[in-house]
């Protein structure tokens, strides 16, 4: 017994056991954290800037909503679907073309485009060459971006073939006043003619500003109801017209 009250007593007191534990502590802390940020992997960015909000009317024109569109769902955390026509665009393959290649969407408050309400954001496209990635912030710090990744090229873009693809969604805290989204595609035949706006150096690819397109709108009970049920009564009243006569 007194030989164990000894060793405690030892190692609680001695200086040297001292400096050796909290020498072995520092070196598991060290091993822990170079550890750790050998195996960190760095979170994928989309490839590309979005235009600034600013000027974005020159940069980004409209296309039309029959060749490509969008819809979201309504709330605070908004999912974006793009709407493609069918251009022939090839499902797989390294040259996806004409496709997507990445959503630039502007939530606008009091006139100004404001990401600091945007509280989350999450891309979900799953293309020819794995998910597409998220990130807040153009460039100019003015949107919220959803596209392929740096190095991904032109096989994983989102194909023009007349699929709706759900891009991604963002989350807000508030809701915005009124947004922008903007498509960043690959496509010769709308790029072309309009110059080199997205400053890629490659004429084929340019910005475009998409409209919503607009829900179908299935009628209410009462509004298909009502003339159904005018219509039998008047076949009725005529069947017992001509019965009587």
Same mark, same amino acid.
Do not use: W
């Given at each position: 017994m007194d030989d164990i009250i000894n060793m405690k007593r030892t190692f609680v007191l001695n200086p040297a056991g001292l400096r050796f534990c909290k020498m072995m502590? $520092?070196?598991?802390?060290? =091993? $822990?954290?170079?550890?750790?940020?050998?195996? !960190?992997?760095?979170?994928?960015?989309? !490839? #590309?800037? +979005?235009?600034a909000f600013n000027g974005v009317e020159s940069a980004a024109p409209p296309i039309s909503p029959a060749l490509l569109s969008f819809t979201e769902t309504d709330g605070l955390n908004k999912v974006i679907s793009v709407v493609t026509s069918d251009q022939s665009a090839p499902s797989t393959g390294d040259n996806i073309v004409p496709g997507v290649m990445m959503i630039c969407k502007y939530p606008i408050v009091g006139g100004n485009a404001d990401t600091s309400i945007v509280t989350g954001i999450t891309a979900t496209y799953n293309g020819n060459n794995g998910l597409w990635a998220a990130e807040i912030g153009c460039g100019s710090g003015d949107c919220a971006k959803i596209g392929r990744k740096t190095g991904d090229g032109n096989k994983n873009n989102m194909p023009m073939n007349g699929g709706t693809y759900t891009a991604g969604s963002v989350t807000f805290s508030s809701e915005p006043d009124s947004e922008l989204i903007v498509a960043h595609i690959n496509w010769p035949a709308q790029c072309e003619? $309009? *110059?080199?706006?997205?400053?890629? #150096?490659?004429?084929? &690819? +340019?910005?475009?500003?998409? *409209? $919503?397109?607009?829900?179908?709108?299935?009628?209410?009970?009462? &509004? @298909? !109801?009502?003339? @159904?049920?005018?219509? @039998? *009564? =008047?076949?009725?009243l005529v069947y017992r017209l001509k019965k009587k006569v």
């Open positions: 502590l $520092s070196l598991v802390v060290l =091993m $822990s954290f170079m550890a750790s940020a050998a195996y !960190a992997t760095p979170q994928p960015k989309p !490839a #590309g800037n +979005c235009p003619d $309009s *110059g080199d706006y997205d400053e890629d #150096g490659n004429a084929d &690819t +340019c910005f475009r500003t998409l *409209g $919503s397109k607009p829900p179908i709108v299935v009628p209410e009970f009462p &509004t @298909i !109801a009502l003339p @159904i049920v005018t219509l @039998i *009564g =008047m076949l009725f």
